[in-house]
């Protein structure tokens, strides 16, 4: 318990600071620079010698900040980081102090691609474009060991019941599709409980203000693992698209990033750094843009 409140108030505390200001890192994996790979990369990016990326911290193996509290680490500092490394170019990191600001600061040109577990949808499409670098179709609903709830793999064991999410994410939209279902089979709704957060909702089932919290699996198995009075009760697989980079809409850096990415996926650099997270069974073969993405 004690490692979800040190993890929140860390949270709580870099999401005051600035969006502005640019945040260390920590990579697991360097790779070489393509100079081949490095003309591919808009003007203004050349000539700033930067890319601006927005992320919000959230658990591990995501991206989250490391035991100094101002470090960033995790899959997608790892992915972006090999991405610029690959191109010749350094990214600079910004917490964007919450995940609903990220679509504003893409929109608004605060930053020039946005990681931070998002998936890619048709109602984002609309908003920003996407290149896929993750298979996220894994999903997971933990509770306390103590509440005795039998595994289960849909959302039928869910109807009438309480299950948090965190805001503006696609688990919100997938527990409402969800009741609905329930309703229409003459079940109770779930009731959904929606938190600021990933580690707000953790913390609310340590606590017991609510029962479960779904979420992904990966980062949710992370935190099963460091919260002992957790269990992985649910594990629910969709047809999803792909966790992706998001882009301000026809941005010309969007070829380079999707061309480094596959580069880093044919020279299994791509493979070491979800293995390094013991995620590797999300790894894409390839990594798709826009609507190829859905196809």
Not at 83 to 97: F, P, Y
Not at 177 to 191: L, R, W
Request: with cysteine; glycine share 8%.
């Amino acid at each position: 318990m004690q490692g979800v409140t040190l993890i929140a108030f860390a949270l709580a505390a870099q999401a005051v600071s600035a969006a502005e200001t640019s945040v260390p890192t920590d990579s697991s994996l360097h790779v070489q620079a393509d100079p081949a790979l490095k003309s591919l990369l808009p003007a203004d990016i050349l000539q700033r010698g930067y890319i601006v990326a927005g992320t919000n911290p959230n658990t591990p193996p995501t991206t989250f900040y490391k035991e100094d509290n101002k470090t960033l680490a995790g899959r997608e500092i790892d992915v972006m980081n090999a991405v610029g490394e690959r191109l010749g170019v350094a990214v600079q990191w910004r917490d964007t102090g919450g995940f609903d600001n990220i679509i504003p600061g893409l929109k608004t040109g605060r930053y020039d691609v946005a990681l931070s577990n998002i998936n890619a949808t048709q109602a984002r499409l609309k908003q920003v474009d996407f290149v896929g670098y993750y298979n996220a179709s894994r999903l997971g609903i933990i509770a306390l060991k103590s509440a005795n709830i039998a595994p289960f793999t849909t959302f039928d064991a869910v109807c009438g019941k309480t299950v948090g999410a965190g805001a503006g994410t696609t688990q919100i939209t997938r527990l409402e599709e969800a009741s609905k279902t329930c309703v229409s089979a003459g079940k109770s709704p779930i009731n959904i409980a929606v938190f600021p957060d990933r580690p707000a909702g953790v913390q609310a089932v340590v606590s017991g203000r609510v029962p479960m919290f779904f979420g992904p699996y990966e980062g949710l198995t992370w935190q099963v693992k460091l919260i002992k009075p957790l269990t992985m009760s649910g594990e629910i697989s969709v047809n999803d698209a792909p966790v992706s980079v998001a882009f301000p809409k026809a941005s010309p850096l969007e070829p380079a990033v999707q061309a480094a990415l596959n580069s880093l996926i044919k020279d299994g650099s791509y493979q070491k750094i979800l293995d390094h997270w013991d995620i590797g069974f999300g790894a894409v073969k390839e990594a798709k843009r826009n609507e190829e993405i859905f196809q």
